[in-house]
Nanobody
Framework: QVQLVESGGGLVQPGGSLRLSCAAS????????MGWYRQAPGKQRELVAA???????NYADSVKGRFTISRDNAKNTVHLQMNSLKPEDTAVYYC???????????????WGQGTQVIVSS
């Protein structure tokens, strides 16, 4: 059984910073891409940032220059450093990973439970 556990959400003032972390655990052979998505009330879930196992990153235009994604392949963790936060960044943030649990199995998408980020004065 694979689990993704997120941490680091909370309430922050506009212009502030937060760091989200996500750790994958369980039976894992390999992890391909890891990323962060977010969903604001009344909106669809959207990609915030993703990073491949080789370190290639991809960001939503709305967060470029403010957010930085990083991962530690040895620890099966991914982090999202969020700076210069804006009220429109308020959402539930979800960790996502493409994981193979055995060398012969297909890759499956796994999701964390979500962590709330509120940007408000």
């Amino acid at each position: 059984q694979v689990q993704l556990v997120e941490s680091g959400g909370g309430l922050v003032q506009p212009g502030g910073s937060l760091r989200l972390s996500c750790a994958a655990s369980g039976t894992i052979f390999s992890i391909n891409a890891m990323g962060w998505y977010r969903q604001a009330p009344g909106k669809q879930r959207e990609l915030v940032a993703a990073v491949t196992s080789g370190g290639t990153t991809n960001y939503a235009d709305s967060v470029k220059g403010r957010f930085t994604i990083s991962r530690d392949n040895a620890k099966n963790t991914v982090h999202l450093q969020m700076n210069s936060l804006k009220p429109e960044d308020t959402a539930v943030y979800y960790c996502n990973a493409g994981i193979m649990i055995y060398s012969w199995s297909r890759e499956y998408d796994y999701w964390g439970q979500g962590t709330q980020v509120i940007v408000s004065s």
